[in-house]
């Protein structure tokens, strides 16, 4: 398994940030390796269906994601799966003492059959994205109004 694990800290409101980011098609504007994400069904609590489409190491996938956990201002997570790889995507959320938000974005990604075999070789290219994701997130976060 591969875990990427970031922290954002913003002057923004928690309900602000959360309410942002627990709308997952807004990953297009965060992501930097999401090409599209479309709510397939569902009112964006648990239960909720999202199939995203990103580009990483050079190729298009597709995963299809199942918001697991919603609690407003502390938790969202989602699962996405295709038939190589499991995401679990979890976010945190914790008010600051100034008022803004400290978001902790963590990744999980388990492989399947024989792509597990060349899970190695992508831990690279995870880290930058993760980095990337970090750096799009806090940009995203910090043109927020609130």
């Known amino acids: 398994m591969i875990t990427i694990e970031r922290v954002v800290t913003v002057e923004k409101s928690v309900e ?16 930097p390796g999401t090409v599209s994400t479309v709510k397939v069904e569902g009112d964006g609590g ?11 190491a050079g190729r298009e996938t597709e ?24 995401a679990l995507d979890t976010m945190t959320f914790r008010a600051i003492d100034s008022g803004g938000t400290e978001v902790t974005y963590r990744a999980e990604f388990e492989f399947k059959g024989v792509t597990r075999l060349i899970e190695p070789l992508f831990k ?9 994701a970090e750096a799009g997130m806090r940009t995203a976060l ?5």
Request: avoid cysteine; charge should be negative.
């Open 46 to 56: 648990p239960g909720t269906k999202y199939r995203n489409k990103s580009s990483f």
């Open 16 to 31: 602000r940030v959360f309410a942002y980011l627990s709308d997952f098609e807004t990953t297009t504007e965060w992501d």
């Open 63 to 86: 995963l299809d994601y199942v918001v697991q956990q919603l609690e407003p201002g502390r938790v969202f997570q989602l699962r996405g799966d295709n038939k190589t790889v499991s």
């Open 124 to 132: 690279t290219q995870f880290k930058k994205l993760g980095d990337e």
């Open 142 to 146: 910090e043109k927020l109004e609130g």
